[in-house]
Nanobody
Framework: QVQVVESGGGLVQPGGSLRLACAAS????????MGWYRQAPGKQREFLAS???????NYADSVKGRFTISRDNAKNTVFLQMNSLKPEDTAVYYC????????WGQGTQVTVSS
């Protein structure tokens, strides 16, 4: 069983930044792809960014140029640096671990408001 735990959410003003972290248990973290998703009230969960075991990244158009995904394999952690945040970025942010089987974290709330 793989445990996935997100952290780093909170309240931030428009134009501000946050850095989310996702720690995953389990062996061989470096071998697996990781991703970030979000779900706003009344909306479907949407893909934001992913990173492969070799560090190849992919982004949704809505966050390209503002968000950056990275990983620290020594710490079994993936990060999402979020800059130039907008009110429409308000959502619960989820980490997804692809260990062959898919594991989700419990989510962390991000609220962008003045």
């Amino acid at each position: 069983q793989v445990q996935v735990v997100e952290s780093g959410g909170g309240l931030v003003q428009p134009g501000g930044s946050l850095r989310l972290a996702c720690a995953a248990s389990g062996r061989d973290f470096s071998m697996y792809a990781m991703g970030w998703y979000r779900q706003a009230p009344g909306k479907q969960r949407e893909f934001l960014a992913s990173i492969t075991s070799s560090g190849i990244t992919n982004y949704a158009d809505s966050v390209k140029g503002r968000f950056t995904i990275s990983r620290d394999n020594a710490k079994n952690t993936v990060f999402l640096q979020m800059n130039s945040l907008k009110p429409e970025d308000t959502a619960v942010y989820y980490c997804r671990a692809n260990y062959g089987l898919i594991y989700w974290g419990q989510g962390t709330q991000v609220t962008v408001s003045s």
